[in-house]
């Protein structure tokens, strides 16, 4: 039985002092729901003083990157070493880390080896373009995303299917696509690692997911949480989509 999986990703939001009251909002109500786990991923200079909040809590936090080196001359990266005592997390792979920062699968797989060396269980993000998509191309696009992100890697993890047309448009993918691709994407981790393992691993659908659509996603069988941006930055709606997903497919 997959446990679902609900990731905030707050991507270059929030001051710390903004990111402190979020999550003194959000806390209550996301720890009073059971059988879904519960993430929250602020800026990397919010992590110290979440992680203060969250002390002792059900809910779990990340980060949105790291460096694959664990320590050195790399002015301006962060380590998996230094993420390893603040949080359990990491998100790895993110579109927006592949467009503006030239991330390809093998650095995307170098970031979750680290991150799997030091402990943290990488969310590791997939996802095709609306030109790969226009083009018929998706099938290829995922399955050598996958290949080449998840080669190797050990352990724990989290993959992210994340369409890039549908990030941060409104412009949600169906529930019924989303469930395709996903299907496609275990297909692939079967090959790469087993079936055994392959149906034991959470799989998220990410791209304009609201506390609105979030139970539509929930009830396919392949979707086992989700990766949410905006709406994670909305208490309420963030709420919201943990509850449904609780209420639809938490874990007792
Ligand atoms: P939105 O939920 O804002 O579309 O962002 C999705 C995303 O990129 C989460 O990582």
Same mark, same amino acid.
């Given at each position: 039985?997959?446990?679902?999986?609900?990731?905030?990703?707050?991507?270059m939001?929030?001051?710390?002092?903004?990111?402190?009251?979020?999550?003194r909002?959000?806390?209550?109500r996301l720890?009073?729901?059971?059988?879904?786990?519960r993430v929250?991923?602020p800026?990397?200079?919010s992590?110290?003083?979440?992680?203060?909040?969250?002390?002792?809590?059900?809910?779990?936090?990340?980060?949105?990157n790291?460096?694959? =080196? #664990?320590?050195? $001359?790399?002015?301006g990266?962060?380590?998996?070493?230094?993420? +390893? *005592? &603040?949080?359990?997390? /990491?998100? @790895?792979?993110h579109s927006?880390?592949?467009?503006?920062?030239g =991330? #390809?699968?093998? $650095?995307?797989?170098?970031?979750?080896?680290a991150a799997?060396r +030091? *402990? &943290?269980?990488?969310i /590791?993000? @997939?996802?095709?373009?609306?030109a790969?998509?226009?083009?018929?191309?998706?099938?290829?696009v995922?399955v050598?995303?996958?290949q080449?992100?998840l080669?190797?890697?050990?352990?724990p993890l /989290?993959?992210?299917?994340e369409?890039v047309?549908?990030?941060?448009?409104?412009?949600a993918?169906?529930?019924?696509?989303?469930n395709?691709?996903?299907g496609?994407?275990?297909?692939?981790?079967?090959?790469?690692?087993?079936?055994?393992?392959?149906q034991?691993?959470?799989?998220?659908?990410?791209?304009?997911?609201?506390?609105?659509?979030?139970?539509?996603?929930?009830?396919?069988?392949?979707?086992d949480?989700?990766?949410?941006?905006?709406?994670?930055l909305?208490?309420?709606d963030?709420?919201?989509?943990?509850?449904?997903?609780?209420?639809l497919k938490?874990?007792?």
């Amino acid at each position: 039985m997959r446990i679902p999986i609900i990731a905030g990703n707050w991507k270059m939001n929030t001051t710390v002092a903004e990111a402190e009251s979020l999550v003194r909002e959000m806390k209550p109500r996301l720890e009073a729901v059971a059988g879904v786990e519960r993430v929250l991923c602020p800026p990397f200079v919010s992590l110290a003083s979440v992680a203060a909040l969250l002390r002792g809590s059900s809910v779990k936090l990340g980060a949105q990157n790291l460096y694959h =080196e #664990d320590k050195g $001359a790399f002015t301006g990266e962060i380590s998996p070493l230094m993420l +390893a *005592g &603040l949080c359990q997390y /990491v998100i @790895v792979g993110h579109s927006e880390r592949r467009k503006y920062f030239g =991330e #390809d699968n093998a $650095a995307v797989n170098r970031k979750a080896q680290a991150a799997r060396r +030091a *402990g &943290l269980v990488p969310i /590791v993000c @997939v996802g095709e373009t609306l030109a790969e998509n226009e083009a018929g191309r998706t099938r290829e696009v995922i399955v050598g995303q996958v290949q080449g992100s998840l080669a190797g890697l050990e352990g724990p993890l /989290v993959v992210a299917y994340e369409p890039v047309w549908a990030i941060g448009t409104g412009r949600a993918a169906t529930a019924a696509q989303a469930n395709a691709t996903i299907g496609l994407i275990r297909r692939t981790l079967a090959a790469l690692f087993g079936a055994a393992r392959a149906q034991e691993l959470p799989i998220q659908y990410g791209g304009s997911v609201t506390g609105a659509n979030i139970a539509e996603f929930i009830a396919q069988p392949e979707i086992d949480g989700a990766l949410v941006g905006g709406a994670s930055l909305r208490a309420g709606d963030f709420i919201a989509i943990v509850e449904q997903t609780a209420r639809l497919k938490g874990v007792r």
